[in-house]
């Protein structure tokens, strides 16, 4: 599978498969990576990385009818542009991106990394010309696996006291709580937007859906070690309680921002 390894400042580097515009490693000063991928992943062209930050678009998770998390993380991107800490992968509607949605897009993603910080930017634009087309709607959101040392000592500032959709439970609404978010069982929450939202631990843009398998999930999943659950954590970024409706010649934006705060 094609991998793209980019260098940046202070020793900085990211690798980038085709495959989905995975970003699968960000090597910065505190670590050779900061994402978590599992020693089990496929690496199969066509088929998801089990790790890294995979897109979700244009459905989230089983959410609609395409396959799970929609197309855009088992196409094949292209590279754009490329420079010192930085790329541009895209991806255009093809034959086989209109074998399962039926939408003209266009798509970019843009990664920006140096020893310390690590930005990345989907844009989707509806490229109808505002007359003719039609709005397009959608979900989307950047799949980000952390690596920890243990998932247990995570504490998540940020979300205390937001509403979210709590997937264990039929999507029933539930109150997170005023102290800092852990994890200490399965978690599969998605949150939903809130008029003062504050930064989420990193700064996210969007509400995120935050997910950990734990012990019987991690055991059925062919493409999962059955005891990584305990060093990764999904925080998600992205637009999936409410979709996003895209008029013609419009673009939507979807931002992540990491900061290492401890060096
Ligand atoms: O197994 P995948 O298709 O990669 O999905 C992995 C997970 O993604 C999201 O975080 C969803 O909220 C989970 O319900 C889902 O299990």
């Known amino acids: 599978m094609e991998a793209i390894r980019v260098s940046g400042l202070d020793g ?23 994402f978590f991928v599992s020693e089990r992943s496929e690496w199969q062209e066509g088929r998801p990385i089990r790790g890294g ?27 754009a542009e490329q420079a010192t800490g930085y790329i541009q992968l895209c991806l255009q509607e093809s034959a086989a991106s209109r074998e399962l949605w039926p939408y003209a897009f266009d798509a970019t993603y843009s990664v920006t990394f140096n020893a310390s910080s690590f930005s990345s930017v989907l844009e989707i634009t509806n490229p109808h010309a505002r007359a003719a087309g039609s709005a397009m709607q959608f979900q989307a959101l950047q799949h980000t696996y952390y690596q920890l040392d243990a998932v247990t000592t995570l504490q998540l500032s940020g979300l205390e006291g937001r509403t979210f959709l709590d997937k264990l439970t039929g999507k029933s609404p539930k109150q997170a709580p005023m102290t800092p978010l852990t994890i200490q069982a399965e978690t599969d929450a998605i949150f939903v937007p809130s008029q003062n939202p504050r930064p989420v631990l990193l700064q996210l843009e969007g509400a995120p859906v935050i997910w950990n398998p734990w012990i019987a999930k991690s055991a ?8 990584e659950y305990q060093h990764m954590v999904c925080i998600e970024p992205g637009c999936v309680s409410q979709p996003v409706t895209l008029e013609p010649g419009a673009t939507f934006r979807l931002e992540q921002h990491i900061t290492l705060l401890v060096c």
Do not use: C, Y
């Open 220 to 227: 059925a999943m062919a493409d999962f070690g059955d005891e």
């Open 12 to 34: 900085s580097a990211i690798a980038v498969h085709l495959n989905g515009a995975t970003v699968t490693e960000w090597k910065n000063q505190r670590s050779d990576n900061a």
């Open 53 to 79: 930050i995979p897109l979700a678009f244009p459905q989230f998770a089983g959410d609609g009818p395409l396959p799970n998390h929609g197309l855009a993380r088992t196409l094949p991107w292209t590279v």
